[in-house]
């Protein structure tokens, strides 16, 4: 008598008895359906943290205070002339325009078409952007002309001490 556990029933009783077998690795529809469905899952899961960080930070922006930055003495801009400065960091570029004795406006001057710098014109009292002609309503930063859709981020200014400080970035909104 012959111990059961040691003895094979059939040749195919074992745990490689399907490799020779046909249509083994096809796959139907519905097996396709639950890795597709499997593969969104996990994507969605790994995705997650990634999204609520950029949605945290993007909400936060717009209170987002940076440190006072001075731009200019209003003893050194005419009436009409304008300076570039960067704000909020050396990265970000910026213009301010004096249109009058008293009011300033800044915006950050990457068009909101292509990033292409937009360049203060002061005969024509606009912001231009010379890559695809865009234009730029001064007082509110809206296009007026060409591609961009969207108006150009302002620059809060204040007037301390004789001086222009860039205080905060005003954040487009839809």
């Known amino acids: 008598m012959t111990d059961r556990n040691t003895q094979v029933l059939h040749k195919d009783d074992n745990y490689t008895h ?11 529809r519905r097996g396709f359906m639950k890795t597709l469905a499997g593969a969104a899952g996990v ?8 999204g609520t960080l950029a ?15 001075k731009v200019v003495d209003i ?33 950050q001057n990457a068009c909101t078409h292509l990033r292409c710098p937009v360049y203060w014109v002061k005969e024509e009292k606009e912001m231009v952007c010379p890559c ?3 234009k730029f309503d001064v007082h509110t ?29 005003k954040r487009y909104e839809a």
């Open 18 to 28: 399907n490799i020779h077998r046909n249509n083994e690795r096809s796959l139907d």
């Open 141 to 169: 930063g809206a296009p007026t002309a060409g591609p961009p859709r969207r108006p150009l981020p302002e620059i809060i200014v204040e007037v301390q001490n004789g001086a222009v400080y860039a205080v905060r970035v």
């Open 55 to 69: 949605a945290k930070e993007l909400m936060g922006l717009a209170d987002k205070e940076y440190p006072h930055q």
């Open 75 to 107: 003893k050194d801009i005419a009436i009409g002339d304008s300076v570039e400065f960067h704000f909020p960091s050396e990265h970000d570029s910026a213009v301010l325009i004096r249109l009058d004795k008293n009011k300033f406006v800044a915006y």
């Open 43 to 50: 994507f969605a899961v790994a995705s997650l943290p990634w």
């Open 132 to 134: 695809h002609h865009g």
